[in-house]
């Protein structure tokens, strides 16, 4: 029932920047807690950052130490779009990009998963 599909993905120059949206479909709740994901073949995956709205109004954000400062985690109050803004783009950010989402208004866990967008930066 519940989709998440990503959009945005492109190529860009380093330093260039890039926005990729998340549209989830069938919730009838906002889900606790949305991720996006990144990762490269033939390495794990990267949890880039997350936002957690279980205990707060806007919203609790993290990141990885290798995106903070450079990318942004926003969601609408339906939690029907989740977005990443990235700015300041390397090389080595390069990757698929998946979002992901729980399967519950109370929980976080990585329940629903898109099929990932291609995010290709060049020098």
């Known amino acids: 029932q519940v989709r998440l599909v990503e959009s945005g993905g492109g190529s860009v120059q380093a330093g260039g920047s890039l926005r990729l949206s998340c549209a989830a479909s069938g919730y009838t709740y906002r889900p606790g807690c949305m991720y996006w994901f990144r990762q490269v073949p033939g390495k794990e995956r990267e949890r880039v950052a997350s936002?957690?709205?279980?205990?707060?109004?806007?919203?609790?954000?993290n990141y990885a130490d290798s995106v903070k400062g450079r990318f942004t985690i926003s969601q609408d109050n339906t939690g029907n779009t989740l977005s990443l803004q990235m700015n300041s783009l390397k090389v080595e950010d390069t990757a698929i990009y998946y979002c992901a989402g729980s399967n519950s208004r109370y929980r976080c866990a990585y329940d629903y998963w898109g099929q990932g967008t291609q995010v290709t930066v060049s020098s």
């Open positions: 936002i957690n709205t279980i205990g707060t109004t806007n919203g609790t954000t």
